[in-house]
């Protein structure tokens, strides 16, 4: 009996590379939608007051206003927030596989602590948001989204300093793109919460490992599956 898992088959390595991809594009674009419900709810109604939020939302909730007001603004802010439940995890799998693919190559020091923040911080994400929005429907429990939020707030700091921690690193490596989008999550952080909502502070890992992923999906020959004698290819 073979004792591969699905974080060391080829085929598996792929379906979770086209996913997170996937789910980048998705967390972009629902991410906004969220946005938009969150500024109807009584807790949003002011976020287009601080930063940058003014300049677009108003338009935005004019032209996409069948996509918003189809049901309560606590129901629409739900529903559409279900997405970063999927956009994380997938992104969190496809960490994984990169992890796996770099481990069996050999790495030491900075890089496996930095994975080791990284992944930890990202599962934590993952089981917050699903959490968050998830274990909510109908007409929303105020108490529990309050309660997860603020569970949450430490998970998002982990996941923005260890992203920036294992981007600085993997620039050092060579991976380009995909790296400086990590090394740049914490410093976009505060960018991007002046345009929108927090949700989206997680895009530049989603896209990160998105585009790795996609990289693993696009390998032109069947890549090797990890085990103790045979090694994967690295992403570069």
């Known amino acids: 009996m073979s004792s591969?898992?699905?974080?060391?088959?080829?085929?598996?390595?792929?379906r979770i590379g086209r996913l997170a991809w996937v789910m980048a594009w998705v967390g972009l674009v629902v991410g906004q939608l969220h946005a938009l419900a969150r500024v109807a709810t009584k807790d949003g109604a002011s976020?287009?007051?601080?930063?940058?939020?003014?300049?677009?939302?108003?338009?935005?909730s004019t032209a996409l206003a069948p996509l918003l007001d189809w049901?309560?603004?606590?129901?629409?802010?739900?529903?559409?927030g279900?997405?970063?439940?999927?956009?994380?995890?997938?992104?969190t799998l496809a960490a994984f596989v990169v992890h796996r693919r770099r481990s069996v190559a050999g790495f030491r020091g900075a890089e496996r602590w930095a994975w080791r923040i990284a992944l930890t911080a990202l599962s934590l994400a993952t089981l917050g948001c699903f959490a968050e929005y998830w274990t909510q429907w109908g007409t929303g429990n105020e108490r529990?989204?309050?309660?997860?939020?603020?569970?949450?707030?430490?998970?998002?700091?982990?996941?923005m300093v260890g992203s920036t921690f294992?981007?600085?690193?993997?620039?050092?490596?060579?991976?380009?793109?995909p790296a400086w989008l990590l090394a740049?999550?914490?410093?976009?952080?505060?960018?991007?919460?002046?345009?929108?909502?927090?949700?989206?502070?997680f895009l530049p890992v989603?896209?990160?490992?998105?585009?790795?992923?996609?990289?693993?999906?696009?390998?032109?020959?069947?890549?090797?599956?990890?085990?103790?004698?045979?090694?994967?290819?690295?992403v570069h």
């Open 71 to 80: 049901s309560s603004p606590t129901v629409v802010y739900l529903t559409y």
């Open 206 to 234: 989603a896209f990160a490992f998105g585009i790795l992923g996609r990289r693993i999906a696009r390998e032109p020959y069947p890549a090797t599956a990890v085990s103790p004698s045979r090694t994967a290819p690295v």
């Open 166 to 177: 294992l981007g600085i690193v993997l620039v050092r490596r060579g991976l380009g793109l």
């Open 4 to 14: 591969l898992t699905m974080l060391d088959r080829p085929e598996d390595q792929r």
């Open 82 to 91: 279900k997405i970063w439940g999927p956009v994380v995890g997938a992104a």
């Open 184 to 201: 740049l999550t914490f410093p976009g952080l505060f960018v991007i919460s002046e345009v929108t909502s927090l949700g989206s502070v």
């Open 144 to 159: 529990l989204l309050e309660a997860v939020f603020i569970v949450l707030i430490p998970v998002l700091l982990l996941t």
């Open 47 to 60: 976020d287009p007051d601080e930063g940058l939020m003014h300049l677009w939302v108003e338009p935005a």
